[in-house]
T-cell receptor, first 113, second 113 residues
Framework: DAGVTQSPTHLIKTRGQQVTLRCSPI?????VSWYQQVLGQGPQFIFQ???????GRGNFPDRFSARQFPNYSSELNVNALLLGDSALYLC????????????FGPGTRLTVL | ELKVEQNPLFLSMQEGKNYTIYCNYS?????LYWYRQDPGKSLESLFV?????AVKQEGRLMASLDTKARLSTLHITAAVHDLSATYFC?????????????FGAGTRLAVHP
């Protein structure tokens, strides 16, 4: 079975631009969470979506938004990019909303110049 | 504020030696996870610890959990070069009804001859 997939693998943007990252969960998983991992740090929780609704949000500005589609795939959007947004963005999927183990995708490396 | 602290942050080990990585967390959590991350790669799940006194072993790695002390350990036995990676502990979920993980800063392990 395919694991969590993310696209694109790498992305280079300039300050002020907007970016959209995509994630496809493991088949049958209804929950998608997004994490930001800045170089040299642990991942930080951004959002969780379950059954197409936002269920949790981390301490990130409103420039960060996400959505989940009927097929449970998800997009993360970041507007007005800052240099500090450069990071590895990880998507994780799980079967249920709260207690199921999360499985992480390969990540999207975003570089903001 | 919820905190997960790992120590040491950097660990240089000689092959064949034993060592322990410590993970302290500041609030009650249902589960504790250990992940491995190779440079530029995603997170690989190593262990999920569910209850006080839980101990799990896989190869040269053994993880344990003491929920009363809010402490987990990852013990490395007879280290080999292939274990070189960054190891993260994470705790979650928490009250609030969503599947958020809080990660430690990671322990960068280098095993040398």
């Amino acid at each position: 079975d395919a694991g969590v997939t993310q696209s694109p693998t790498h992305l280079i943007k300039t300050r002020g631009q907007q970016v959209t990252l995509r994630c496809s969960p493991i088949s049958g998983h209804k929950s998608v969470s997004w994490y930001q991992q800045v170089l040299g740090q642990g991942p930080q929780f951004i959002f969780q979506y379950y059954e197409k609704e936002e269920r949790g949000r981390g301490n990130f500005p409103d420039r960060f938004s996400a959505r989940q589609f009927p097929n449970y795939s998800s997009e993360l959007n970041v507007n007005a990019l800052l240099l500090g947004d450069s990071a590895l963005y990880l998507c994780a999927s799980s079967w249920d909303r709260v207690f199921d183990e999360q499985f992480f995708g390969p990540g999207t490396r975003l570089t903001v110049l | 504020e919820l905190k997960v602290e790992q120590n040491p942050l950097f660990l240089s080990m000689q092959e064949g030696k034993n060592y322990t990585i410590y993970c302290n967390y500041s609030t009650t959590s249902d589960r504790l996870y250990w992940y491995r991350q190779d440079p530029g790669k995603s997170l690989e799940s190593l262990f999920v610890l569910l209850s006080n006194g839980a101990v799990k072993q896989e190869g040269r790695l053994m993880a344990s959990l003491d929920t009363k002390a809010r402490l987990s350990t990852l013990h490395i036995t007879a280290a080999v070069h292939d274990l070189s990676a960054t190891y993260f502990c994470a705790v979650g979920p928490f009250s609030g009804g969503y599947n958020k993980l809080i990660f430690g800063a990671g322990t960068r392990l280098a095993v040398h001859p």
